[in-house]
């Protein structure tokens, strides 16, 4: 299986920029497809998807969240962070089945 | 708008089967895309646990290919979880899923609220 690796756990304080990394053990590219997703979960919620295929913004999810990365590595940036954006994150590859998931980061206030 | 509602026993005795259905609203399971489920472990880990798709094919995580079955009743739009021999490992808040695109069963853009289970005798 892939694994995906993610920090944590992230301080960050509020208006300014976020970065959330993914590393995968492999590849998680074919040709121009990067098969990388993010998801954002708050406590007592269900995960809700924010980007998917590593750069493209999922419907209703504001621009300032924005994804990039290709290969291995990925990143989730938010410009800027906002008192709603305090959650976990998760990069989640669909390159391989199964599916897999990275152990989440959680986004704090400094 | 579409809607995932996961139902079940909240306690599950060690040996016996899990079994969760998730109810689909606003869209037709056999119209298209994959329908999966998903669980979430006490400290963060989450786990892809299978599909079954809009034809009725299944496809299983796996590390739980002996224990696990999908399947569906589509005059309800209803699909299933069921888990067999669960361990206190299966503890868990187990989520049904849509995959967000028609070819790609893999991500997932609509999420069940979630029900945790807890294995226990």
């Known amino acids: 299986d892939i694994v995906l690796t993610q920090s944590p756990a992230l301080a960050v304080s509020l208006g300014q920029r976020a970065t959330i990394s993914c590393r995968a053990s492999?590849?998680?590219?074919?040709?121009?497809?990067?098969?990388m997703h993010w998801y954002q979960q708050k406590p007592g919620q269900q995960p809700k998807l924010l980007i998917y295929r590593a750069s493209n913004l999922a419907s209703g999810i504001p621009a300032r969240f924005s994804g990039s990365g290709s290969g291995t590595d990925f990143t989730l940036t938010i410009n800027p962070v906002q008192a709603d954006d305090i959650a976990t994150y998760y990069c989640q590859q669909s390159r391989e089945s199964p599916p897999t998931f990275g152990g989440g980061t959680k986004l704090e206030l400094k | 708008e579409i809607q995932l509602q996961e139902s079940g026993p909240g306690l599950v005795k060690p040996s016996q089967s899990l079994s969760l259905t998730c109810s689909v609203t606003?869209?037709?399971?056999?119209?298209?895309?994959?329908w999966s489920w998903i669980r979430k472990f006490p400290g963060n880990k989450m786990e892809w646990m299978g599909y079954?798709?809009?034809?009725?094919?299944?496809n299983y995580n796996p590390s739980l290919k002996i224990r696990i079955s999908i399947a569906r009743d589509t005059s309800k739009n209803q699909f299933f979880l069921q888990l067999n021999s669960v361990t206190t490992e299966d503890t868990a808040t187990y989520y049904c899923t849509k995959s967000r695109d028609y070819y790609d069963g893999y991500s997932f853009d609509y999420w069940g609220q979630g029900v945790m289970v807890t294995v226990s005798s």
């Open positions: 079954i798709s809009n034809s009725g094919s299944t």
């Open positions: 606003g869209y037709t399971i056999t119209s298209g895309y994959y």
């Open positions: 492999q590849s998680v590219s074919i040709s121009r497809y990067n098969l």
